[in-house]
């Protein structure tokens, strides 16, 4: 695959003084900061030469939140652990999708910085495929394609290469002309400062130019917006006036202003005439962006399928003499595919009904049988709640491990009361036969719920056996427990 | 077209099966039992209005998610067959949770709503009841139902569209907590048959009604 790269990359820390080039550096070189901002500083000294590196590095280097962006991989699948079960080792693990890059020459060399990166790049050097895609932590991962960022970003922008080329050998040049005018070559002042403010309000102009269409409009907030705004203006201004003051020459204010409406009249005609190119040109790019979001989308789907849905279907044609496994395996993938489709990966899960459904689900898995969940309402969870949620825990491992056939849980949450309901169609028991010394139903179903002002009752026959929990809401006893909150058509699955 | 040899027990069930897949109808065909006949299939919302004109089945088995037509799904099936639901009972069938889904294709016009992982035996039982004209309905759509109406009973039971009577109540949360209709008949000590009347009652209230919550949330679960 690669060499590994030794270093952390060289990004534009957010920890700055101007444009967080200093820290970056310090950070890949694993200098001191304190130091490279002194170097630097003496470097600007000497003839601006450290103007011209900075200036360099600032434009050329990516800030950390761009290269992370830029580097942003689809997080591993949720499901792959509950998939990729331990019986049925060896999936094939995904073909990693590195840069096939080398070293930069910016990167190469160095002792080695951190072992996680290191252990990052041994990680996705796997892809003989022992183990699943989850295998590839998300820390070592993240170490891994930050390792490789410089040499990505090169690779990514060689179309782009030119201008920057032609950028840094601008600077080179001022540095040189700065360089020249220190040992004693007359240099005209009176061209090298206009030239300057070009230059610069170009540079200027450019990156933001570079940043906007790098990172898309639309993750920038508001503010990062206007603050473009004011740099692309500034830019314009350095570039207009020091345009202006090279033509006119003298410097004379009349010329100066009167050059000024001029070339503000050509340019608004010029803006005039573009227009409608420009606005062309934007609609297109609009597009194409859509277009990119869209295959983004696309992308993370398949991903997503392939990591989820394919990997089943894979394990389930190894596993096709297993009945129990291939339900298994079927039951843990719908309920996945379900979670990843109707439900919002963000929703903060500490409502009962959730809690009962992961409940479920280990159960399901554990014991290979179908638990199907039911619930009507909702209500947040409290340590009360969780004792419920025990004892339904405890009802359905009775249920999955001595009924036959399908688990049924039913949960109704209201105002005053939460009952669930667990039933089997198994050959049923006689409660009250039940020896002392049994605790799954005496101790964690009955027992816990009078501990905590709720109710049990078991009834079983021939054709089964339900179990059915009450808990009354709090402030109906105890009054210190927050009052139930009822949603009705809340998440239901 | 017939998948099992008469066994001559009783009359049979002309049905007409509206899958997209291929090995799924297949499936369902093979599971279906001696009882019904499958006259016809189809797998886009066009062929299905078709073959149901044509062959006019007494059950339609119809997915709800289905290629074609404006993209309504089983919905359109319905609403493109409306001429036939006197005689024609549509029973839905879904590998889809989604609420909007469920209750879509049962306010159009279905009998009932099944998941597609019920079991042979349970299929063919869901597709006599509404071949005689009676509502299946599976836990979960009991637990739709009594999310989408509530939990609390009608003060005035009868008349009432927009909420349930205590009776059904009952029997909505006896099918949710995974009861057959025997069961919750022996467990209310009613007749089957009164059973299967309160929930056509529901399927009726759930087709009829303008309830503010059963349209909205529907949309409201697309959010979630």
């Known amino acids: 695959m690669t060499t590994a790269v030794q270093r952390p990359a060289l990004v534009r820390s957010s920890d700055r003084m101007i444009a967080g080039v200093c820290s970056g550096l310090a950070d890949h070189l694993g200098w ?190 508001k503010a990062d917006q206007a603050g473009g705004w004011v740099r692309l203006a500034a830019g314009l201004a350095l570039v207009v006036a020091g345009v202006l003051v090279m033509v006119s020459g003298s410097g004379s204010w009349e010329q100066t202003w009167l050059a000024l409406l001029a070339s503000v009249a050509v340019l608004g005609g010029v803006a005039l005439v573009l227009l409608p190119w420009g606005l062309k040109f934007w609609k297109d790019l609009e597009t194409e962006r859509a277009g990119r979001v869209r295959e983004t989308e696309r992308a993370e789907i398949a991903a997503h399928l392939h990591d989820s849905v394919l990997q089943t279907l894979a394990l389930i044609q190894r596993r096709a003499g297993s009945e129990q496994d291939v339900v298994r395996l079927a039951r843990a993938q719908e309920r996945e595919l379900r979670a990843w489709l109707f439900s919002d990966a963000a929703k903060e899960s500490g409502l009962l009904a959730d809690r009962i459904k992961s409940v479920a689900a280990e159960v399901e898995d554990s014991h290979g049988q179908a638990v199907e969940v039911v619930t009507v309402g909702d209500t947040e969870m409290t340590d009360r709640h969780e004792a419920l949620v025990q004892a339904a825990r405890e009802a359905m491992l009775n249920a999955a491990r001595h009924g036959g056939g399908t688990v049924s849980v039913y949960l109704e949450s209201t105002a005053g009361s939460t009952e669930i309901f667990i039933k089997d169609r198994g050959p049923g028991f006689d409660p009250d036969a039940v020896p002392e010394d049994r605790l799954g139903v005496k101790e964690s179903i009955i027992g816990r719920m009078k501990r905590h002002g709720g109710s049990a009752a078991i009834t079983s026959s021939s054709n089964g056996t339900e179990v059915r929990l009450t808990l009354p809401s709090a402030n109906a006893d105890t009054g210190e427990q927050r009052n139930n909150d009822v949603r009705n058509g809340e998440a239901k699955q | 077209m017939t998948t099992t040899p008469d066994s001559g027990a009783g009359r049979r069930v002309r049905v007409v099966i509206v899958d997209d897949h291929t090995i799924f109808r297949s499936g369902l065909k093979a599971d279906l039992d001696h009882r019904m006949d499958v006259v016809g299939e189809a797998g886009t919302v066009e062929q299905a209005i078709a073959i149901i004109a044509e062959t006019r089945p007494e059950v339609v088995l119809l997915d709800v998610h289905l290629p074609g037509g404006l993209g309504g799904g089983g919905r359109e099936v319905i609403a493109g067959s409306s001429a036939l639901l006197g005689t024609t009972s549509f029973l839905a069938l879904s590998v889809s949770d989604a609420a909007e889904d469920v209750v879509s294709v049962i306010r159009a016009g279905a009998r009932g709503y099944v998941t597609k992982t019920i079991s042979g035996k349970e299929i063919s039982d869901a597709v006599i009841r509404v071949a005689d004209g009676d509502a299946v309905f599976s836990p979960r759509l009991a637990g739709f139902v009594l999310d989408a109406f509530g939990t609390a009973p009608a003060d005035i039971a009868d008349d009432e569209l927009d909420k349930l009577s205590a009776r059904e109540l009952e029997v909505m949360r006896l099918i949710a907590r995974g009861y057959s209709y025997k069961e919750v008949a022996k467990e209310l000590f009613i007749s089957i048959k009164t059973v299967e009347t309160h929930v056509s009652a529901v399927l009726r209230k759930l087709q009829l009604s303008s309830r503010h919550e059963l349209t909205k949330w529907a949309a409201e679960r697309r959010l979630l």
């Open chain 1, 32 to 221: 001191p900061v304190k130091f490279v901002r002194l170097g630097m500083i003496l470097a600007c000294f000497a003839g601006g030469a450290g103007v011209a590196f900075y200036a360099w590095l600032w434009t050329m280097v990516p800030t950390a939140d761009e290269s992370a962006k830029r580097n942003a991989r689809r997080p591993a699948s949720p499901i792959a652990p509950a998939v990729s079960l331990p019986s049925a080792a060896a999936a094939p693990a995904r073909a990693s999708k590195a840069y096939d890059a080398g070293p930069s020459p910016a990167v190469g060399g160095g002792p080695p910085a951190a072992g996680a990166s290191a252990a990052g790049v041994q990680a996705s050097g796997s892809s003989n495929g022992t183990g699943s895609s989850a295998g590839f932590g998300a820390t070592s991962a993240d170490d891994w394609w930050g390792g490789s960022a410089l040499a990505s970003w090169f690779s990514f922008r060689k179309i782009q290469y030119g201008k920057e080329i032609l950028l840094g050998a601008a600077l080179l040049l001022v540095a040189a002309i700065l360089i020249a005018r220190q040992f004693g070559v007359d240099v005209p002042l009176g061209t090298l400062i206009p030239a300057a403010a070009i230059l610069g309000g170009a540079a200027i102009a450019w990156m933001q130019l570079d940043e906007t269409r790098r990172a898309g409009l639309v993750d920038k907030t």
